[in-house]
Each structure stands twice: as C-alpha cells, then as structure tokens.
C-alpha cells in the first residue's frame, strides 16, 4: 500500500449531502491542501480520516497508526505552559530542547513557559502546531492553521511546517491558494 485511500466514500448529515462517491489516495509522504467553500467538506473529510466521524459508505485503507492534528480550535490545556501542552502530548519522547527549539522557531521564544490562557489567539494558534509537529506521528492534519496569524508569522510557520513534515503525510485544510504554492503541496478541490 502506498498512500491513504478513500473509495467511493459518501457522507450526509440529515439532508445535506457532503461527498457521494468520492474517491481519492493521499499518497505516504506528500503534501496536499484542501480547497473549497466554506460547508464544502474540508473538515468533515478531515474527521473521517481522524476517525471522529464515519463515513456512511465507501471504503477507507491504509490510515497510519500515529496521527496528529490541529483543529479549527487550538484545544489546549489553557492552565498549562506552551511546553507543558507539547509533554502532554508527547510524553518524555521529545528532549524539552527540541520543544524549545520548535517553539522558538514558531516565534513563540520567552512564552514558552507562561500559561497559554496569557497568550494570544495566533501564540495559541502556533502552540497548537507545535504540538502537533511534535507528536509521534506518519500523518499530519491540519484545518485552517493559519488562521489568526499575520503574514510574517505564517511564513515562518511555514517554514518550521516543512522542516518537521519531512517524509511524513500532510493534509491542510485551507481557503489560501498561497497556502498550497508555500507548502509546495498538491490542490485537492472538495
């Protein structure tokens, strides 16, 4: 098996149907953004290959074991510091050096120990990525992460994206063309 493969895949929530047959293989390693209006399906495909929600038809395969996302809502422990959210996550896996250094890289350096809940919404934002860089995973999901963060921000984030996503599987939802150019990532239109 070389990629994550959706066959034939429908879902519909009361009378709104969002994918009818949708076929699609993410292949290992590659980098795609999800395009589309908004109510088009970006997130509910996230949650499908996520395992929040399931697909009412069609077969998925090949769905690596360790995943890590960030959703539309950051989700962090607000009371916790920045490196305390990533060791929640991650265990004593990842020498708190490295988290420093990921942090830093995101911006983020000289917060990294203060409550998250005394952060702004794009330091959250970035927290939440970091984390999710982190974790022990093969696939990397991703709905709208970018949200809230400023152009110089984001294109250091970016850059820190690429870096950590090395030979791993990255699916973004987004409404940014740029997003896809900056990522060098396939287009997927939902």
């Known amino acids: 098996m070389n ?19 949708f076929s699609h293989t993410f292949e290992y390693g590659s980098k795609t953004c999800l395009m589309g209006a908004s109510g088009s ?3 509910t495909l996230l949650n499908i290959l996520l395992g929040i929600i399931s697909a ?11 995943i890590s996302a960030v959703f539309q809502e950051d989700r962090l422990s607000e009371s916790f510091s920045a490196t305390a ?27 990294e120990k203060v409550p998250v809940s005394t952060l702004s919404g794009g330091m959250k934002r970035r927290v939440a990525i970091a984390r999710a860089l982190l974790a022990k995973s093969e696939l990397i999901i991703f709905d709208e992460p970018f949200k809230g963060l400023d152009e110089d921000i984001k294109q250091k984030t970016i850059k820190t ?14 409404h940014d063309i740029n997003d896809s150019k900056l990522l060098s990532a396939n287009v997927l239109n939902i």
């Not at 493969?5 to 969002?18: A, H, P, T």
């Not at 009412?56 to 360790?66: K, Q, V, Y």
């Open 41 to 43: 399906g970006k997130t």
């Open 161 to 174: 994206i690429l870096e950590y996503t090395k030979g791993k599987t990255l699916i973004i939802a987004t």
């Open 85 to 111: 959210n990533i060791i929640a996550i991650t265990g004593n896996t990842v020498p708190e050096a490295e988290i420093l250094k990921c942090l830093s890289n995101l911006g983020l350096e000289g917060n």
């Open 3 to 21: 990629g994550i493969k959706l066959l034939n895949v429908s879902k519909r929530f009361d009378e709104k149907e969002i994918f009818n047959g």
């Open 56 to 66: 009412d038809s069609g077969e998925i395969s090949g769905i690596p074991e360790n």
